[in-house]
């Protein structure tokens, strides 16, 4: 099974990406650039890691990490949908503003981004994960694991599976998980709170759900 | 000093005043019907819990925890603006629709309870803590501790700090800052993914703030 990242090259899907090829999982990194997701991935340098544009390596991955910024994020995957039809589609972006006053939620049309993500690829499976980490912890090659549960969020109980799952691949990672895309707002927008935690605290703050 | 719960006969509330109360904290229960609200306090049974009508709790209180369900909610504290005033206001309110496919967050016209509660009682020190705790636990003599934090949002820092020791005083809970009251909407409505999580699990989910 083959994990792609589009917008691999950025700080959150980098760290995935690292994160997952450490732990052994064959990872496409994408980018609009293939020679800057090539670059990206020797930069990386687990053998598991590759680099491809966008579209090929929406093409190559059985699962399909969506971590571009928010302000492509329609865009992209209007761009995409052919590629990414059939595939089991992993949100993790999450739209916010900032201001003075630090980080703010921001409400798409669709609710969230992982419900625009479903409504722009009707013909992929859409699921919402992966909001609550740290990018700084995932590229430090000094931590060993990643004390962090990642609440995954769809439809379907056979595709939240092998999203917990390969959320669970990472040391200190378990999957859980948290409900329907219609409840994906509220977790892509608590990083604005995560935010505000780590700026008090000077901390890498993620979440643990406890009880589970 | 006293702490008042607003909505104290509610199982949020009572749960809420019942580990206060086990905590040492003078507590008073706050209903629109006094004498079930001394029924309460007296059915909790510590010497530190009593009750009262909405009104006479906020005025005896130092510190007011709005416990009151989202339905009543604008109208109880319209109702308590000038006992309310000089208070500094603790609003736990999870503003949610339930449906058949479960809970779903409600978005109140000014972003959130908490914005809501700031609007409504512009001579009080409105915060937003307590969200994620489960009733259940709170109400079971027989748990110990509280195994959670509890994210607390407030604008002024003396305020945010004083709620934080609030919470702190029941054992195996931490109050932890969480950000301004503008970002209170997804920590309130995130009890929607707790509620598919205890679902899916039989737990009684809470949260911990990794890094911290």
Redesign the interface.
């Known amino acids: 099974m083959t994990v792609g990242v589009l917008g691999g090259t950025g700080d959150q899907g980098r760290g995935l990406a690292y994160r997952l090829g450490r732990a052994g999982q064959s990872v496409v990194i994408g980018s609009r650039d293939a020679a800057r997701a090539e670059a990206a991935a020797a930069e990386l340098g687990g053998a598991t890691i590759s680099g491809a544009a966008n579209d090929e390596c929406a093409r190559r991955s059985d699962i399909v990490i969506v971590a571009v910024p928010w302000e492509g994020h329609a865009k992209t995957l209007e761009s995409l949908r052919e590629p990414l039809a059939g595939k089991l589609v992993v949100d993790c972006v999450n739209p916010l503003g900032f201001d003075k ?5 921001l409400v798409p049309d669709e609710g969230s981004a992982a419900q625009q993500a479903a409504a722009l690829l009707p013909d992929s499976r859409v699921t919402a994960a992966f909001h609550h980490l ?1 990018a700084v912890l995932l590229q430090n090659p000094e931590v060993e694991t990643i ?2 549960d990642v ?1 995954v ?1 769809g439809e379907s109980r056979a595709d939240t599976d092998l999203v917990q799952a390969l959320a669970s691949r990472i040391p200190g990672m378990r999957g ?5 895309l ?2 994906a ?3 892509e ?2 990083v ?6 780590n700026r ?2 000077k ?10």
Chains 1, 2 share one sequence.
């Open positions: 006053q630090g980080a703010y939620a740290s004390d962090t609440m969020l859980v998980f948290a409900g329907r219609r409840n707002h509220q977790v927008s608590l604005a709170n995560l935010i505000s935690v008090r605290y901390a890498h703050a993620g979440l643990r759900v406890t009880d589970v």
